[in-house]
């Protein structure tokens, strides 16, 4: 009901796909996810990148926040202790707040420091295409989080959960934050706004 039934949905996604298609934006890693990504005290290296390729960032970006949720069901379902669980899902949400405006932050300043087209420095331009990317940003985590729930390639942070009324929990909340991600895009213009879309979907469940 929630997908197959949704024409609305059906039309955005549409959209979408011709953007993933066509928007040659920037050459990105096209799979990245938190199993790609090493990280200690003193350096980060993304690897794994056989399915880079040219096309929007947001692409990258979007699938970080949307593999960031599935960590969050998954420590919401699996973690027994309160505290501990709390502790988990509010480390999470901090990242999904965290990983949108500081990304958008470095964003901002680097297009101020190196853009030298006369046109992309017209008062408004710069905050039009970084809104473009955080819109893209958004769209992809509701493909992400569909894909990985509903698709061929699922993820473990969801099959591993052992209780099923926990599991469809968790599904229903990917499923449903999704589409808000995906049709509400445009609205999306900070982490705070990100992480009210997954919030307010677990409070209507």
Not at 34 to 61: A, H, K, L, Q, R
Request: negative net charge.
């Amino acid at each position: 009901k929630e997908l197959y039934e949704d024409e609305a949905l059906h039309l955005e996604v549409a959209k979408l796909k011709m953007d993933f298609m066509c928007n040659a934006q920037s050459l990105i890693h096209g799979d990245l996810h938190t199993g790609s990504i090493f990280i200690n005290e003193d350096t980060t290296i993304v690897f794994d990148p056989e399915f880079c390729f040219y096309g929007p960032m947001g692409y990258d970006i979007g699938n970080v926040i949307a593999n960031i949720i599935f960590a969050w069901c998954n420590g919401d379902a699996e973690i027994a202790d309160q505290a501990q669980r709390n502790a988990f899902c509010g480390w999470a949400e901090q990242v999904i707040t965290d990983v949108i405006d500081m990304t958008m932050k470095k964003m901002d300043a680097y297009y101020t420091e190196h853009v030298t087209d006369r046109m992309a420095k017209a008062p408004g331009y710069k905050d039009y295409y970084l809104g473009t990317i955080l819109a893209d940003t958004a769209a992809v985590t509701g493909l992400e989080l569909i894909r990985r729930t509903v698709g061929m390639a699922n993820v473990k942070d969801l099959t591993t959960i052992a209780d099923e009324e926990k599991r469809a929990r968790a599904e229903k909340i990917c499923v449903l934050a999704a589409k808000r991600y995906i049709k509400e895009r445009a609205a999306l213009h900070t982490g705070a706004g990100f992480l009210k879309v997954l919030k307010d979907t677990i409070a209507s469940l």
